[in-house]
Structures are given as structure tokens and as C-alpha cells.
């Protein structure tokens, strides 16, 4: 198992709120990523980072935002949640090459 | 964009038998790796071949790459019931800045025992 945390695990939220998804990895890998994945479908990347500072938009165009302030922290905002974003959201590292993936968040928007 | 596309999208096969997955992709890479993913969890990596490399193995696992067609094959041999995930296939490249993986869609494996 990849030292690569993600919480919470699923999250049930209303229309309108704010949340952010916490991921962390203690293994000082300075690339991370965000894919978005809906079930059963391919992953989509959202956001990348570097190092601490460094944050890029993915492929896929998302309304969330993400923060690189300490190397082991890549926290993924979303400011007002919508039905739209209901998905469920991987967290990855990755270091020569291969990438270590979370558990995941399966976020729904009610 | 997607890079890779898998294929076929779902096999279902008993166990025992040999399960063979492709993977086509668009531009020219560095590696392709094969990862795992069982429902509702996120991604375990199995194996990665660099693009000078035509074929390799891990355990039952065995890995084919052809550059020149732009695809890869993964190979399950003598498949258990605890095989049962999904299959995608990344490639990484160094393109734009530092590059990054993408994956592709992913075939759904079923092994009935």
C-alpha cells in the first residue's frame, strides 16, 4: 500500500456549499495530481503540481481550485458545489515514472 | 485528451483461462504502464515498460510493446476470480513542460470461477 492518503471517503453535500477534498502523502514525491473519474469510466486529469508553488490545470476543464504549500499536502477546492460535480476524485504521486494513487473521495452534490 | 484506448472494453472469461487486454495510443512516449483498479478504489500500479523494451514480465502478468503500431498488450495468464478489476493502460511523455500520465478508458475484467 502507497503511503497516499485521501479524505474523507465519500461525501454527501448540499448545492451551494464549499468543500475541500484533502489528500497527503508522506513519501516527499513532488509531483502530485487530481484526476476526476466517473464510475466505470476513464480518469480525467484535472489539476497537476510539481512542487510546492507549482499548480496547473489538467485536461479536463473543473471549476475546483487546488494549493501546493507544503510538499506532502494538495488539497482540491470546490468553492460552490453543484449536482455536476458529483464524481469520484483520485489523488496520485508520482515518482520515476509510476504514480501511487489514494483510495479516493465519491463526492455527491444533492 | 485521452491518449490511450483500451481494448476490449469488458472481457468476462472463467478462471483459469489466459485474459489479453490492448492498448492503442496517439504520441510517442517514454513508458506505458498498466495499472488496476478494483470497484470504487483508487489505482494500483503493476507494471511499466519503457519504450526501448519490446516485452516484459511480472509474476502473470506479461507486457507487450510495439512502438511502430503504437500499441500494448497486457497479458493475465491462468486468471483467478480475484482478478476481477478494471485494467487501464498510462502513458507518460515528456510533453509540454515535465509531461504527465494519462490514462486510457480502461477495460473492465470479469473472472468467473
Known amino acids: 500500500e502507497a503511503d497516499i492518503y485521501q479524505t474523507p471517503r465519500y461525501l454527501v453535500i448540499g448545492t451551494g456549499k464549499k468543500i475541500t477534498l484533502e489528500c497527503s502523502q508522506t513519501m516527499g514525491h513532488d509531483k502530485m495530481y487530481w484526476y476526476q473519474q466517473d464510475p466505470g469510466m476513464e480518469l480525467h486529469l484535472i489539476h497537476y503540481s510539481y512542487g510546492v508553488n507549482s499548480t496547473e490545470k489538467g485536461d479536463l476543464s473543473s471549476e475546483s481550485t487546488v494549493s501546493r504549500i507544503r510538499t506532502e499536502h494538495f488539497p482540491l477546492t470546490l468553492e460552490s458545489a453543484r449536482p455536476s460535480h458529483t464524481s469520484q476524485y483520485l489523488c496520485a504521486s508520482k515518482y520515476q515514472g509510476e504514480a501511487f494513487f489514494g483510495q479516493g473521495t465519491r463526492l455527491t452534490v444533492v | 485528451s485521452q491518449q490511450g484506448e483500451e481494448d476490449p472494453q469488458a472481457l468476462s472469461i472463467q478462471e483459469g483461462e489466459n485474459a489479453t487486454m490492448n492498448c492503442s495510443y496517439k504520441t510517442s512516449i517514454n513508458n506505458l504502464q498498466w495499472y488496476r483498479q478494483n470497484s470504487g478504489r483508487g489505482l494500483v500500479h503493476l507494471i511499466l515498460i519503457r519504450s526501448n523494451e519490446r516485452e516484459k514480465h511480472s509474476g502473470r502478468l506479461r507486457v507487450t510493446l510495439d512502438t511502430s503500431k503504437k500499441s500494448s498488450s497486457l497479458l493475465i495468464t491462468a486468471s483467478r476470480a480475484a482478478d476481477t478489476a478494471s485494467y487501464f493502460c498510462?502513458?507518460?511523455?515528456?510533453?509540454?513542460?515535465?509531461?504527465?500520465?494519462?490514462f486510457g478508458k480502461g477495460t473492465k475484467l470479469s473472472v468467473k470461477p
Open positions: 498510462a502513458t507518460y511523455n515528456y510533453g509540454g513542460s515535465q509531461g504527465n500520465l494519462i
